[in-house]
C-alpha cells in the first residue's frame, strides 16, 4: 500500500518567492496535518483538517502560509512571500482520525509521508 | 499540553539498556511512540491504551501508568538500529473528538555505538 506521498522531496527556492508543496494522503484517512520540524523548535503542527475542513489552523506561524484541501486525496501547503526562516522540514501525516470516546483512540496513529526539505536562501 | 520526555538524551552502547519517559499533566487514555531516524520521517512504533496490555516492537516494549499518567519505554539489548529521536504522542482531548490530533513530546535523542 502506498503511503502519504510528499512532493517536492527539496525544495530551494530565493527569498520572495512563492512556494507550493503537495501531499496525497493514504488512501480512506480522513485527517491530514501540516507538521514544520526544526531543530531550534522541533516538530510543530501548523494546521489539520477532517474530511477536508481546516480544524486548527492556530499553528500557522503568519499570514504569509497558507493551505487547502480541495478533495480527500490531496492537500497543499503555500508560502508567499518565502523567508529564510521558512528552512525547515515539512511533514504531511495522516490518520482514519474521527468519532468520539473510546472508539476512537486507535484510529489517531498518524503516518508520517517522507518531508520536504526546504531551503530559502 | 505537550508531554514531557524524559531524559532529552541518552547514549548507549550495543547491547546496553534504557528507558525512555513521557508524563502527562492531564488524564492519558492513549500514548503513541513514534521513531524518527536521522534524515528520515517519524514511524509509528506502538500504541498503548488505558486498560491494555504492555505492548511490544520488535526488542522494544512499553508500559502505560494511568495512576502516574506516564508511559515507558524500554529499549532492551539495544542495537545500532535503535539509535534515533523516540517521541511520544498523546491525543489532544482524551475522551472526546479529536480528529486524530497528536500532541507530542520534544523527543529524546537516543544514540547507539558500537
Known amino acids: 500500500d502506498a503511503g502519504v506521498i510528499q512532493s517536492p522531496r527539496h525544495e530551494v527556492t530565493e527569498m520572495g518567492q512563492e512556494v507550493t508543496l503537495r501531499c496525497k494522503p493514504i488512501?480512506?484517512?480522513?485527517?491530514l496535518f501540516w507538521y514544520r520540524q526544526t531543530m531550534m523548535r522541533g516538530l510543530e503542527l501548523l494546521i489539520y483538517?477532517?474530511?477536508?475542513?481546516?480544524?486548527?489552523d492556530s499553528g500557522m506561524p503568519e499570514d504569509r502560509f497558507s493551505a487547502k484541501m480541495p478533495n480527500a486525496s490531496f492537500s497543499t501547503l503555500k508560502i508567499q512571500p518565502s523567508e529564510p526562516r521558512d528552512s525547515a522540514v515539512y511533514f504531511c501525516?495522516?490518520?482514519?482520525?474521527?468519532?468520539?470516546?473510546?472508539?476512537?483512540?486507535?484510529?489517531?496513529?498518524?503516518?508520517f509521508g517522507p518531508g520536504t526539505r526546504l531551503t530559502v536562501l | 499540553q505537550q508531554p514531557v520526555q524524559s531524559p532529552q538524551a541518552v547514549i548507549l552502547r550495543e547491547g546496553e539498556d534504557a528507558v525512555i519517559n513521557c508524563s502527562s499533566s492531564?488524564?492519558?487514555?492513549?500514548v503513541h511512540w513514534y521513531r524518527q531516524k536521522h534524515g528520515e520521517a517519524p514511524v509509528f512504533l506502538m500504541i498503548?491504551?488505558?486498560?491494555?496490555e504492555q505492548m511490544r516492537h520488535e526488542k522494544i516494549s512499553a508500559s502505560f501508568n494511568e495512576k502516574k499518567q506516564q508511559s515507558s519505554l524500554y529499549l532492551t539489548a539495544s542495537q545500532l538500529s535503535y539509535s534515533g529521536t523516540y517521541f511520544c504522542?498523546?491525543?489532544?482531548?482524551?475522551?472526546?473528538?479529536?480528529?486524530?490530533?497528536?500532541?507530542f513530546g520534544q523527543g529524546t535523542i537516543l544514540t547507539v555505538h558500537p
Open positions: 501525516a495522516s490518520s482514519h482520525g474521527g468519532g468520539s470516546g473510546r472508539s476512537f483512540i486507535s484510529t489517531d496513529t498518524q503516518y
Open positions: 488512501s480512506g484517512h480522513n485527517s
Open positions: 483538517f477532517n474530511n477536508n475542513v481546516p480544524i486548527d
Open positions: 492531564k488524564a492519558l487514555y492513549s
Open positions: 498503548l491504551l488505558k486498560g491494555g
Open positions: 504522542g498523546t491525543p489532544a482531548n482524551a475522551g472526546g473528538t479529536s480528529y486524530g490530533k497528536l500532541t
